[in-house]
Nanobody, 125 residues
Framework: QVQVVESGGGLVQAGGSLRLSCTAS????????MAWFRQAPGKEREGVSCIKWSGDSTYYSDIVKGRFTISRDNAKNTLYLQMNSLEPEDTAMYYC??????????????????WGLGTQVTVSS
């Protein structure tokens, strides 16, 4: 049974930083592209970042490029998202997802078969 579990969310002031983590079990971690999505209240889920199974290619949405960094440790079956210069607009539930399709230039929820339950990030102004 595949399990995806996020952690590291919390409350932070604008301009601050947080690091999210995601562990995945029940699958061969380094066979999967991993991604972060987020969803704010009343808004659609949006892609944040994605990393190829090997870790040698990444994708970022324009809204987070230059502020967020995605990484993975395949030996620990763990995905990370370092978030710097956080803004109130980054407030959302952040979800980790695993999938077999890495596009490199786009991030689509349908490409990801396994999802965590999310971790809340709240940025105060």
């Amino acid at each position: 049974q595949v399990q995806v579990v996020e952690s590291g969310g919390g409350l932070v002031q604008a301009g601050g930083s947080l690091r999210l983590s995601c562990t995945a079990s029940g699958l061969t971690f380094d066979d999967y592209a991993m991604a972060w999505f987020r969803q704010a209240p009343g808004k659609e889920r949006e892609g944040v970042s994605c990393i190829k199974w090997s870790g040698d290619s990444t994708y970022y949405s324009d809204i987070v490029k230059g502020r967020f960094t995605i990484s993975r440790d395949n030996a620990k079956n763990t995905l990370y998202l370092q978030m710097n210069s956080l803004e109130p607009e980054d407030t959302a539930m952040y979800y980790c997802a695993a999938g077999r399709n890495y596009r490199g230039n786009a991030l689509r929820p349908d490409d990801f078969a396994y999802w965590g339950l999310g971790t809340q990030v709240t940025v105060s102004s």
